[in-house]
């Protein structure tokens, strides 16, 4: 078996990784951790939404139906055959234990059978690296903006591919606030999407707190700002009210994205670096691409945003940053693996 050495010294690498830590089966074969070579994303969505979130045991189950399936058709979309794999990756954490399992046991049999290395990947790196992905000549040093479902965080990168923590939220995470208003909304599960698509249609016109009392120093938060929204919108049906579902969508949204935003910018401006990332699943959302174009073009600084499809979870961005861990000399796990469901966002 070649070490994790060799690897890196190699011209061409091709990674099979697997991605299964919440409701998304996936497989990816990535070349040098940015050409997609095969790429196969299996979503659950249609099972869970009738339960209104991911139920974790079902979503367990699903992943083992799904796996084996989902390997093959990535394989076969690649044209590649399974002894041209050099490496195989998969996520062990953060995300929900048995789903967790569920890939890791796959990518440890495979990595065996084929008797090649095995990397654990990180989630969040993998959000961070779909950026390597779609934008090929990028480059660390950045400022991250990181939005997702289970974290809020805004992170440096260094040019080790290193991860040091700026400012996180003290609550909830932004997804999870998008995920429960819509809720409230009567969106179905995902709702930060329909979310999104209702408050096109709205004003920004509700003020739901005076004052976010994060949002100005170190860190955000997001729970107050939730609670706020769920007390309009059952006050005003105690009351008999008429709402406007779509304005407050739209003032939930901006409430949300502007405080997001003015972070990353205000990161850029205090390290000096003129290159600012997004990932996560809530990097898809407009509002906040609009409002990052124009802070950025208003302080001359370069934005990086992943492709859409890239933006939520995929095996893609976890084949992307095993290759760039490996050259990095890190990333050495073998067949002892372990999964977790938190994982720290800072390196050091
Ligand atoms: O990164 P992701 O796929 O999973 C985690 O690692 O958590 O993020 C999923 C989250 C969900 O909360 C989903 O509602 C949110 O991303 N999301 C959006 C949009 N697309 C996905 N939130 C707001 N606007 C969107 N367009
Ligand atoms: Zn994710």
């Known amino acids: 078996m070649k070490t994790f050495e060799e690897l890196g010294k190699?011209?061409?690498?091709?990674?099979?990784?697997?991605?299964?830590?919440?409701?998304?089966?996936?497989?990816?074969i990535v070349e040098n951790g940015t050409k997609i070579l095969g790429h196969i994303i299996a979503s659950q969505i249609d099972i869970h939404k009738r339960f209104g979130g991911v139920v974790p045991e079902v979503a367990s189950r699903n992943h083992i139906n799904a796996i084996?399936?989902?390997?093959?058709?990535?394989?076969?979309?690649?044209?590649?055959?399974?002894?041209?794999?050099?490496?195989?990756?998969?996520?062990?954490?953060?995300g929900l234990i048995g789903c967790l399992l569920v890939?890791?046991?796959?990518?440890?049999?495979?990595?065996?059978?084929?008797?090649v290395p095995l990397l654990g990947v990180s989630h969040i790196k993998g959000h961070i690296s779909a950026n390597f992905i779609s934008n090929p000549s990028l480059k660390p040093p950045f400022v991250c903006l990181l939005v997702s479902g289970g974290h809020t965080a805004v992170v440096e990168v260094n040019d080790k591919y290193k991860n040091k923590l700026i400012s996180t939220t003290v609550d909830d995470a932004c997804g999870e606030a998008f995920d429960k208003i819509a809720r409230v909304l009567g969106l179905e599960y995902p709702g930060g999407p329909k979310l999104e698509r209702l408050?096109?249609?709205?004003n920004p016109c509700i003020e739901f707190v005076k004052k976010n009392a994060f949002a100005s120093g170190k860190n955000l938060s997001f729970s107050g700002l939730k609670t706020a929204v769920i007390n309009y919108i059952h006050t005003a049906i105690q009351r008999k009210e008429k709402i406007n579902n779509a304005d407050i969508a739209a003032s939930f949204e901006k409430a949300v994205v502007v405080p997001l935003a003015s972070k990353a910018l205000e990161q850029c401006k205090i390290s000096g670096l003129k290159q600012l990332v997004v990932a996560g699943g809530v990097g898809a959302n407009k509002h906040l691409q609009n409002t990052l174009k124009e802070m950025c073009e208003k302080h001359n600084i370069q934005?990086?945003?992943?492709?859409?499809?890239?933006?939520?979870?995929n095996a893609a961005m976890i084949a992307s940053s095993a290759y760039f861990e490996m050259k990095q000399g890190r990333g050495k796990t073998n067949l002892g693996l372990v999964t977790t469901s938190s994982v720290e966002i800072d390196d050091d």
């Open 10 to 28: 190699q011209k061409k690498v091709k990674i099979l990784a697997i991605e299964s830590s919440c409701d998304e089966t996936s497989v990816a």
């Open 303 to 313: 934005l990086f945003l992943p492709d859409i499809k890239l933006c939520t979870d």
């Open 199 to 202: 408050a096109q249609g709205g």
């Open 103 to 115: 890939g890791t046991s796959f990518a440890k049999g495979l990595a065996l059978s084929l008797n």
């Open 68 to 94: 084996y399936s989902v390997a093959q058709q990535c394989l076969k979309e690649s044209k590649l055959r399974l002894n041209q794999i050099d490496a195989v990756a998969v996520t062990y954490g953060a």
